[in-house]
């Protein structure tokens, strides 16, 4: 679900670029909100939202916006956390990433509307997931705009790849029946200071940003690691340095020999591509010769990568 929350943000991203295609636009956290409605044994309907949003659209068009996964409220903790464990699986964030058609609100003056058809894609733990999304969006200010739903948007929990999640849910709370299709509402506010930012800057502080988790305890974690792994710059052993690796492409350290399918990879690691290939390396990237079975504890890399965070 929370998924479909993000490829609902990224769309609204868009819509913002797309009304001064010159400047870069800042999501407004506070001001925003992704909500999604869930229906339990055919009746009981509930709304659960996430207010952790962060993310810019960039003079492009191209919209990165981040759900932090752990501001999840469902307003009963023990269901927050279920949430977290079992549908998203530690994942810690969600990206949506869409890119705009500045044509569709050029021009939008302050008080005037638009609705807006935009596409984006949401994806959470390697898996990406297509949205059509029909927002309305509003000029606030010259400096703000907001977009919200239009209608509400139906996601399906199989397509997310959450079912198995769900499924355990049904079982631990000894539900008959969640229903496999969330509507998703998005309200989204962009400021923007009129300037053309750099794109990458941006991208990078919301990586960092998205790092959370216990760094003691990531330490221990890292034991695991530090047979083939070290944290200080230039120093290889049978695995490379991982000194700066959150936000580096895969396979970029100078002198180490990666495999094939490491160095062409194109990967970027961040929260979610490093959550990934933890959870299981050979299956995240076939061929890859990190002989490592995997951290089966979604704490755990969310511990570990909080360590790696610390000591960069
Ligand atoms: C038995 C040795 C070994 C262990 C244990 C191991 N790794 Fe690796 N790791 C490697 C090797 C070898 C590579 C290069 C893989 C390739 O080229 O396909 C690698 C690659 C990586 C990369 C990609 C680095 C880059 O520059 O692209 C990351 C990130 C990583 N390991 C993290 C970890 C973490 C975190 C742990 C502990 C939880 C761990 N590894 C445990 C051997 C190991």
Same mark, same amino acid.
């Given at each position: 679900? /929370?998924?479909?929350?993000?490829?609902?943000?990224?769309?609204? !991203?868009?819509?913002? !670029?797309?009304?001064?295609?010159?400047?870069?636009?800042?999501?407004?956290?506070?001001?925003?909100?992704?909500?999604?409605?869930?229906?339990? =044994?055919?009746?009981?309907? #509930?709304?659960?939202?996430?207010?952790?949003?962060?993310?810019?659209?960039?003079? %492009?068009?191209?919209?990165?916006?981040?759900?932090?996964?752990? /501001? &999840? $409220? /469902?307003?009963?903790?023990?269901?927050?956390?279920? *949430?977290?464990?079992?549908?998203?699986?530690?994942?810690?964030?969600?990206?949506?990433?869409?890119?705009?058609?500045?044509?569709?609100?050029?021009?939008?003056?302050?008080?005037?509307?638009?609705?807006?058809?935009?596409?984006?894609? &949401?994806?959470?733990?390697?898996?990406?997931? $297509?949205?059509?999304?029909?927002?309305?969006?509003?000029? &606030?200010? $010259?400096?703000?705009?907001?977009?919200?739903?239009?209608?509400?948007?139906?996601?399906? %929990?199989?397509?997310?790849?959450?079912?198995?999640?769900?499924?355990?849910?049904?079982?631990?709370?000894?539900?008959?029946?969640?229903?496999?299709?969330?509507? +998703?509402?998005?309200?989204?506010?962009?400021?923007?200071?009129?300037?053309?930012?750099?794109?990458?800057? !941006?991208?990078?502080?919301?990586?960092?940003?998205?790092?959370?988790?216990?760094?003691?305890?990531?330490?221990?974690?890292?034991?695991?690691?530090?047979?083939?792994?070290? &944290?200080?710059?230039?120093?290889?052993?049978?695995?490379?340095?991982?000194?700066?690796?959150?936000?580096?492409? !895969?396979?970029?350290?100078?002198?180490?020999?990666?495999?094939?399918?490491?160095?062409?990879?194109?990967? +970027?690691?961040?929260? $979610?591509?490093?959550?990934?290939?933890?959870?299981?390396? =050979?299956?995240?990237?076939?061929? %890859?010769? *990190?002989?490592?079975?995997?951290?089966?504890?979604? #704490?755990?890399?969310?511990?570990?990568?909080?360590?790696?965070?610390?000591?960069?």
């Amino acid at each position: 679900m /929370t998924r479909i929350f993000a490829v609902g943000a990224s769309v609204l !991203a868009m819509t913002f !670029a797309s009304v001064t295609a010159a400047e870069t636009w800042t999501l407004d956290g506070d001001a925003s909100r992704i909500a999604y409605g869930s229906i339990k =044994k055919d009746k009981v309907g #509930e709304v659960n939202s996430f207010s952790g949003l962060s993310g810019t659209v960039d003079a %492009t068009g191209a919209a990165n916006i981040t759900i932090d996964l752990a /501001t &999840l $409220e /469902t307003n009963i903790d023990i269901r927050n956390e279920r *949430m977290l464990e079992h549908v998203f699986r530690g994942a810690g964030e969600a990206q949506l990433a869409a890119q705009l058609d500045m044509d569709d609100v050029k021009g939008l003056g302050v008080g005037e509307m638009a609705v807006v058809d935009v596409e984006g894609a &949401l994806s959470l733990l390697g898996v990406s997931t $297509e949205l059509d999304l029909e927002m309305l969006v509003v000029r &606030l200010a $010259e400096d703000r705009v907001m977009a919200v739903s239009n209608d509400m948007v139906f996601v399906g %929990t199989e397509e997310l790849g959450v079912d198995a999640g769900i499924d355990k849910l049904m079982e631990i709370a000894k539900l008959p029946g969640i229903t496999r299709t969330a509507p +998703v509402t998005l309200r989204l506010v962009f400021t923007t200071d009129g300037q053309a930012a750099a794109a990458p800057a !941006a991208a990078a502080a919301v990586q960092t940003a998205a790092v959370t988790g216990d760094v003691k305890a990531g330490k221990k974690v890292f034991r695991k690691c530090k047979a083939c792994h070290k &944290l200080e710059e230039g120093k290889n052993g049978a695995g490379p340095h991982l000194a700066g690796v959150i936000g580096r492409t !895969a396979g970029a350290v100078d002198g180490f020999k990666y495999s094939k399918a490491m160095s062409g990879s194109g990967i +970027v690691w961040d929260t $979610e591509t490093l959550t990934a290939f933890l959870t299981k390396p =050979k299956k995240y990237l076939k061929g %890859t010769k *990190m002989a490592f079975g995997g951290l089966k504890k979604p #704490e755990d890399i969310e511990n570990v990568l909080a360590y790696i965070a610390s000591e960069q």
